[in-house]
């Protein structure tokens, strides 16, 4: 069965909420709009809500008054802080009080799709405790135990984020920005398209996967699958 989830979107700017809304519909989706802290009050609080997009900055007071609150009611949900505010310290802030996320002004509608859905992610139970099985290879990321014709392969926390992203969608041309956002979702500096590349190589070379790992020039990379 399908998850349903509910975003709960605060944001005061009446176009930039409008355009949050349409970039984050799916119709596994209800989004909720709130444009200040009152309304979005009422709503979280009498909700359980799926994850919060919170403006800083609203009428009626700050956003991180909010957050604050929220983890001090003990409350479970993932909050993601958009702000103008781009300084090291506001981030700082936001982060030590508890939210999950923050997006700094203006930015990228794909880019902040792709970070909601990695805390959506984190939020799905585990599907099954079989290891995927594709010809010689065998993936148990659950236990993350990884093996290649027999002899198991140590792989870091980012080349296992990799793969997964690669096998759980064969055939597909996953791009490198989205990639890039997928497997570094904190921001880091240190993660751009030269991190990327290596992080696929060293995947390839341990695992042997030279014709599993395609490069579509341009693009990005696909796991291909074994019909193609």
């Not at 209800?30 to 009498?46: G, H, M, N, T």
């Not at 001090?72 to 300084?87: C, F, G, H, Q």
């Not at 041309?173 to 990639?179: E, G, K, N, V």
């Not at 991190?195 to 341990?206: E, F, G, H, T």
Request: aromatic share 6%.
């Amino acid at each position: 069965m399908q998850k349903n989830y509910q975003i709960v979107i605060v944001e005061d700017d009446k176009d930039l909420c409008a355009g949050l809304c349409k970039a984050l519909k799916e119709e596994s989706r209800s989004i909720v709009s709130c444009e200040d802290l009152k309304s979005a009050r009422e709503q979280i609080f009498l909700t359980n809500p799926s994850l919060i997009l919170l403006d800083i900055n609203l009428p009626d007071g700050n956003g991180m008054d909010l957050v604050k609150e929220i983890r001090e009611k003990n409350l479970p949900y993932p909050v993601i802080l958009l702000s103008a505010n781009d300084t090291d310290a506001d981030v700082v802030k936001g982060l030590e009080l508890g939210a999950d996320d923050y997006v700094t002004k203006p930015f990228s509608l794909s880019v902040l799709r792709a970070r909601v859905n990695a805390q959506l992610r984190k939020k799905e139970p585990y599907s099954g405790g079989d290891a995927v099985v594709i010809g010689g290879y065998s993936f148990d990321f659950e236990r993350m135990i990884f093996t290649a014709d027999g002899e198991e392969v140590s792989l870091s926390k980012t080349e296992q984020r990799l793969l997964k992203l690669l096998v759980n969608n064969q055939g597909v041309t996953l791009s490198r920005d989205d990639l890039i956002d997928r497997l570094w979702t904190d921001g880091a500096e240190y993660a751009t398209e030269n991190s990327l590349s290596v992080a696929i190589k060293r995947l390839r070379d341990k695992l042997h996967a030279k014709d599993h790992i395609r490069t579509v020039y341009g693009l990005g990379y696909m796991w291909v699958k074994d019909d193609e």
